[in-house]
């Protein structure tokens, strides 16, 4: 973290424990969804560069091989949390972080959930369908006629939320969400 090398050794010290801390922190936060404490601790040290990082400058902060880099940023640019840049004159694929957190959160949820979206309503719209042609194919037999309705009602309720939380994933794909909930507080008087 070049930046803070023109600093007294003092407030040098300062700075690169501060930054150690949110780094850290931003690891541990990114651990708690599902993504492996380096690749956050990655993205932390990459939010604090002023210039776009090779995976060689990478894995010579990190202290990590270059394959763990590498694996590491693809992830990232797969969940749009960095991007791949060009510089002219570079030789080296370069990457720098997405500094913009509300996007960061909207697209890193947007991904997530509407894959557990597509899993979940694909699990309920064919065991609705298997339990409606086991129904029909069995009349007269109110065991199970009563067995199916209870099941395929916690289905349909199962897919009403499915259904919201697609309208809620839009929001945050389109950006609307920030309409409802704005970014930026008014400034207090």
């Known amino acids: 973290m070049e930046q803070a090398e023109g600093l007294p050794r003092e407030q040098q010290e300062i700075v690169l424990k501060a930054r150690k801390r949110i780094i850290e922190s ?14 956050g601790h990655l993205y932390g040290l990459m939010f604090f560069q002023d210039k776009p990082m090779t995976l060689d400058e990478m894995t ?47 697209d890193f949820f947007s991904l997530k959930w509407r894959k557990a979206l597509e899993i979940n309503m694909q699990a309920l719209r064919k ?4 339990l409606l042609e086991l129904a029909r194919t069995s009349p007269g037999d109110k065991e199970l006629e ?23 994933i839009d929001t945050l794909e389109s950006g609307a969400i920030f309409d409802l909930v704005p970014k930026y507080l008014p400034e207090e008087s």
């Open 26 to 39: 931003i690891g541990k936060n990114m651990d708690l969804y599902g993504i492996n404490l380096s690749i």
């Open 60 to 106: 010579e902060a990190m202290k990590m091989s270059k394959t763990s880099m590498s694996t590491g940023v693809r992830t990232l640019v797969d969940l749009k949390m960095v991007n791949k840049v060009w510089e002219k004159g570079a030789r080296k694929d370069l990457y720098e972080v997405e500094l913009d957190w509300f996007q960061t959160f909207a």
């Open 127 to 130: 065991s609705r369908a298997e």
């Open 146 to 168: 009563q067995l199916v309705k209870a099941d395929v009602a916690k289905i349909n309720e199962a897919i009403r939320y499915y259904m919201w939380l697609d309208r809620f």
